[in-house]
C-alpha cells in the first residue's frame, strides 16, 4: 500500500467532515425500532475508497465515529453503537469498493452496492446477535434478553433495517455516481499514477 500524499489526507479529512455532518442527520424508519438510525455518512467513505483505497474509506469510517463519539457522546458511556457503526460502515465500503475495482463499470458499480448491502446486512445480524446486543443490555443494565428474543430482534428488526439502509445509501450514491463517475475514475487514476 502507498503511504499517502498530502492532498490524499487532507481529502481524507474533508471527507470524514461531511460524513460526520451526515452522520448527525439520522432518522428513523417507523416500522423498525426508534434506536435503528439511517444515516447517509457512508458515501463519503465509499467516495474516499473508490479515489485513494481502500485504507481511505476505513479512515473516513474511523474518523467520523471518533468524532461522533467526542461530540454526542453515547447512552452507554462506552461507544457501542460507533463501533457497530463503524463496522457496518466497513462491510458495506469494502466489498462495494473491491467488486467495483474488479468490474469497473456502471453495472459493476451496482453489483457492488447489492454485494457490500448483503454483506453488511448479514455479517451485522450476526455481530448483533454475538457482540452488539449482548453489549448495549449489559452496558445499560438492562436484563438480558433470551436467544429465541435476540433472533427475533434480529430477523425481523436488525436484518431488514441493515438491507433498507443499504438499498438507501445505494440509491443515493448511485445517483451521484452517474453524474460524478467518470471525474471520481480520473481522480482515482491520477492517484494511481502519482
Known amino acids: 500500500m502507498k503511504k499517502l500524499n498530502i492532498k490524499a489526507l487532507v481529502s481524507i479529512g474533508m471527507l470524514s467532515s461531511i460524513a460526520y455532518i451526515l452522520m448527525l442527520l439520522n432518522f428513523p424508519i417507523p416500522p423498525f425500532p426508534q434506536f435503528l438510525m439511517i444515516d447517509f455518512s457512508d458515501i463519503p467513505a465509499l467516495i474516499a475508497a473508490l479515489i485513494f483505497g481502500p485504507a481511505a474509506g476505513i479512515l473516513v469510517e474511523l474518523i467520523k465515529n471518533i468524532l461522533d463519539y467526542f461530540m454526542t457522546g453515547s447512552a452507554t458511556g462506552v461507544?457501542?453503537?460507533h463501533i457497530a457503526n463503524f463496522a457496518a460502515g466497513i462491510l458495506f465500503v469494502l466489498p462495494t469498493y473491491y467488486v467495483y475495482n474488479k468490474l469497473n463499470t456502471k453495472k459493476g458499480m451496482t453489483f457492488g452496492l447489492?454485494?457490500?448491502t448483503m454483506f453488511m446486512a448479514v455479517i451485522m445480524s450476526?455481530?448483533?446477535?454475538?457482540?452488539?446486543l449482548p453489549a448495549y443490555t449489559f452496558f445499560l443494565n438492562f436484563p438480558a434478553m433470551s436467544a429465541p428474543e435476540m433472533r427475533t430482534m434480529i430477523v425481523t428488526g436488525i436484518l431488514p433495517f441493515n438491507i433498507v439502509k443499504g438499498l438507501l445509501i445505494s440509491i443515493v450514491f448511485m445517483l451521484l455516481f452517474t453524474r460524478?463517475?467518470?471525474w471520481l475514475n480520473k481522480q482515482a487514476t491520477f492517484k494511481n499514477a502519482a
Open 126 to 132: 450476526v455481530l448483533n446477535y454475538l457482540i452488539i
Open 180 to 182: 460524478m463517475g467518470t
Open 79 to 81: 461507544p457501542v453503537g
Open 114 to 116: 447489492v454485494v457490500g
